[in-house]
């Protein structure tokens, strides 16, 4: 008779069973990883129109209209693509400026990070062909100084360039903020600007630059003096570079600052940005006109509401265009009736209220641009805008959506965090809106087998941004945490309107009666305490005035990282504070469950960075014996070298005997302790040791030296911040990866590994540890064998969290303390010097 056959899982999974160390870590083949995910892009630049009325785009693209892309695309009027210039371009870098020019090419810029389009890499501009081909016979060097960035520069007629940010040499030729290039990328040195704005810094600098058709210079910035003359944020040079002594800044010294300059017709310019005037009515409007000689056009005044910034990177733009009727659209950080994030000027600066926006979303543009027949095309960091879903919409001359347009510009999406539910299915949140096609909103559930939940995510309908941080409550119902609160869902999926918890939520964790622990950028006032970064809620999701406020301590919250509840209920929260009298102090703090500071543990056990940099930890372990694991960006703690990775004891101080091994670059931001004691550590990193090179994702031994049995076969292509180990030994990670091993991976993988388990004790001493009553009322007895050294006991409940720990003492009868727990079946293990013995448990 023929055997029967065992599946390829089943027969890996034996063959790691039988010889854990024979095996490397591989892909789980009964875990269908993602093949795609994809988020909403950020658009950071909007190109100016061309005759034929297509125009560029750049930002995160890795798929637009359903194509793959890269980040510099062309698109036509209707948003669709030009798939022949996406093929020219090849791979490319984020441009955050664009400009036609008259020969038909591009130049673009990165703020002299570097940039790469069309096969050749640039450090500060690099022009394209019209096509998307790179002209290689474009060249512009680099800039030099203590504050070495190019911020904007314009073309002149001739095919000459005008550069300008805040260096003080490019290409080795003194420079001080501005120069001037031919048209192959040279300095051009009959154009000297003399000490021009001095040492450049990032409160020297020039932002804007504007070639006027006069043959002059008209430059914008943050600078009191330009080449030793009064300039108060503006100049303006004569064509070799001399200071134009006709024209006089009518700014104030006082914090002056010009993002934007943009040309009328007739000659006179709007400047936009921090504009401090002379005025009683109106001292620092966001826009004002400047007539030929730099004096304020008197026929113009912008609304006193408008704040008008260039994106997040200093160098999105515009935010300021010219209608051909001399209306003016204008983007920025500003919300009132009728002109959220965007607003229309008639030619005066009063508002155009014939352009009308209700709530425009979650953020304001980056970037604007006009279309030929008066769409306004707005871009940015934004998932909403104007209650359409998308980074990218077209708006009609009064703010409808314009059903002319239809672009879907989408980034790789990435997975934050993740839960595993006691039924198998894991919960992922993230930055993601589709997963294989399916749609989903930044929240989704997979089955054991990877496929996406599609009842579940149809349940959840929309959420309004990227989800940071899960956790599952004891009825199993969902929390998700986000930058725009905290959102609870029922075990199907749909949204619980019983709970509304509007604080800014980074991390959470469970406490063992259902009550939320909450850390994130809040302060919020309940029962007269005032509670900053850290909080705990009741189920709906209101604050808990019975949760001792850390602000009772005369400690100041900074930042609350990591939320970890012991099994005890005592908890860990690694962030950073003020305590009283001293330094901003990074690390972790152990409060009782009611909230009071812990003064058994070193409070706080203090983190530093390297050379003075600030130390962050992101995330903390909890080993069966009570020690602390501790991952992040820190170079020290306790004044003890440990790069990335420490361990404290139970009290809080630096453990001596755990020293890695393993050189890091990069920020370690997950850790997770195995059940057999070894220690995954996950995070944007390079791992070097001397057992092998990582990235990624490594392991640790129980001293912290680099484990030789967890190869680099089975690496992401990025990085993992979010990794859990399932009941049966299987390693999930989470995060933006596309490959694991060199297999399709996108978000989401799950590895089988040896020695992940903790090792079963001879079946002698398993029949030789008793464990009653069960089911269980309060407590639970359990008298170990003695002979075989036992070390402590854990309780686990349904999802494989640890919620009683306790080590063993004496040679008697052990009495663990149930009182609390909700009623369900348990996981109990005694860890013996040998290997572990379990027991199921049930709990009435």
């Not at 075989?788 to 006991?793: F, G, W």
Request: glycine share 12%; proline share 6%; charged share 10%.
């Amino acid at each position: 008779m023929l055997l029967p056959r065992l599946t390829a899982a089943g027969m890996l999974l034996v063959v790691l069973l039988l010889g854990q160390s024979a095996v490397a870590q591989v892909l789980d083949p009964a875990f269908a990883a993602p093949a795609s995910m994809y988020a909403p892009a950020s658009i950071y630049t909007i190109g100016p129109l061309q005759a034929d009325g297509k125009r560029l785009l750049s930002g995160t693209f890795s798929r637009l209209n359903g194509q793959p892309v890269s980040r510099l695309v062309r698109i036509d009027a209707a948003g669709n693509l030009d798939a022949a210039f996406s093929q020219n371009v090849g791979f490319a870098g984020i441009a955050l400026r664009i400009k036609l020019l008259p020969t038909g090419q591009y130049m673009l810029s990165n703020n002299s990070i570097g940039f790469m389009a069309g096969g050749i890499t640039r450090a500060e501009l690099l022009r394209l062909n019209a096509n998307g081909t790179a002209d290689a016979t474009f060249n512009a060097g680099t800039a030099g100084g203590s504050a070495n960035y190019s911020r904007d520069f314009d073309a002149q007629p001739d095919g000459k360039v005008v550069v300008v940010g805040s260096f003080g040499t490019f290409n080795g030729a003194a420079a001080a903020g501005v120069v001037r290039l031919n048209a192959n990328g040279s300095v051009d040195p009959t154009f000297n600007v003399g000490t021009g704005i001095g040492a450049g810094s990032s409160t020297n600098l020039v932002l804007a630059v504007l070639v006027l058709p006069t043959g002059k210079i008209l430059l914008g910035g943050r600078f009191a003096t330009f080449n030793g003359q009064p300039a108060n944020g503006l100049a303006r040079l004569n064509a070799d570079g001399s200071v134009d002594p006709t024209f006089t800044s009518p700014l104030n010294q006082n914090g002056a600052r010009v993002e934007g300059l943009v040309l009328q017709p007739d000659g006179n310019v709007l400047a936009y940005g921090t504009l401090p005037v002379n005025s009683t009515t109106h001292p620092t409007p966001g826009l004002v006109r400047l007539l030929p000689t730099g004096s304020l056009d008197p026929t113009f005044s912008s609304p006193t509401f408008l704040d008008i910034r260039v994106g997040p990177n200093n160098g999105n733009g515009p935010a300021v265009v010219l209608q051909p009727n001399g209306k003016i659209v204008v983007s920025g950080s500003f919300s009132v009736a009728g002109a959220d994030h965007l607003a229309r000027l008639n030619a005066d600066g009063t508002q155009d209220t014939s352009l009308q926006l209700a709530n425009t979303g979650d953020g304001a543009p980056n970037t604007i641009g006009l279309q030929a027949n008066g769409s306004i095309l707005v871009g940015g960091f934004f998932n909403t805008f104007n209650g359409i879903r998308a980074p990218l919409v077209q708006l009609t001359s009064t703010g409808a959506p314009d059903p002319g347009f239809a672009c879907v510009a989408q980034s790789d999406g990435s997975v934050l965090s993740m839960v595993r539910q006691p039924d198998g299915k894991l919960l992922i949140g993230g930055l993601f809106t589709e997963i294989n096609g399916q749609p989903v909103s930044y929240l989704a559930r997979l089955t054991a087998s990877g496929a996406v939940d599609a009842a579940f995510s149809a349940a959840t309908g929309y959420l309004p941004t990227s989800v940071g941080c899960l956790a599952l409550q004891p009825d199993g119902k969902v929390l998700a945490g986000t930058v725009r609160g905290t959102f609870r869902f029922g075990t199907d999926g749909r949204p619980d309107a019983s709970f509304s918890a509007p604080y800014t939520t980074m991390t959470m964790a469970v406490q063992a009666d259902g009550k939320l622990l909450i850390g994130g950028q809040f302060t919020v006032s309940a029962g007269g305490m005032v509670y900053n970064r850290l909080a705990r809620l009741t189920s709906t999701g209101a604050v808990d005035p019975s949760f001792a406020s850390p602000a009772a301590s005369s400690w100041t919250t900074n930042s609350t990282d990591a939320i970890l509840v012991q099994p005890d209920g005592r908890i860990l929260v690694a962030g950073s504070w003020l305590p009283p009298g001293q330094p901003l102090v990074a690390g972790v703090v152990r409060y009782t469950d009611s909230g009071a500071l812990d003064y058994t543990f070193n409070n706080p056990s203090s983190f530093t960075g390297a050379s003075g940099a600030a130390a962050r930890v992101y995330a903390l372990g909890l080993q069966a014996d009570g020690k602390i694991l501790t991952a992040g960006s820190f170079s020290a703690a306790d004044g003890v070298a440990a790069k990335g990775v420490a361990r404290l004891t139970s009290g809080g101080v630096v453990d001596p005997a755990f020293v890695s091994d393993a050189t890091l670059n990069g920020t370690p931001s997950a850790v997770v302790v195995q059940p057999n004691g070894r220690v995954l550590v996950g995070g944007g990193l390079f791992f070097s040791s001397p057992t092998g090179n990582h990235y990624g994702i490594a392991r640790l031994l129980d001293n912290g030296a680099t484990d030789a049995t967890f190869t680099n076969s089975a690496d992401p292509n990025n990085a993992v911040s979010a990794m859990l180990v399932q009941p049966d030994g299987a390693i999930v990670l989470a995060d933006s990866f596309a490959t694991v091993g060199g297999q399709p991976a996108a978000g989401v993988a799950r590895l089988i590994a040896a020695n992940v388990l903790a090792v079963a004790a001879p079946a002698a001493v398993a029949a030789r540890t008793a464990v009653w009553p069960v089911p269980a009322h309060g407590e639970l007895r359990i008298v170990p064998d003695f002979s075989a050294q036992p070390r402590s006991l854990a309780l686990l409940d349904a999802t494989g969290r640890p919620v009683r720990t306790q080590a063993i003492s004496g040679t008697t009868e052990q009495l663990l303390d149930l009182a609390g727990l909700p009623t369900g079946l348990y996981l109990l293990r005694v860890h013996y010097a040998t290997g572990t013995v379990t027991r199921r448990v049930v709990v009435q």
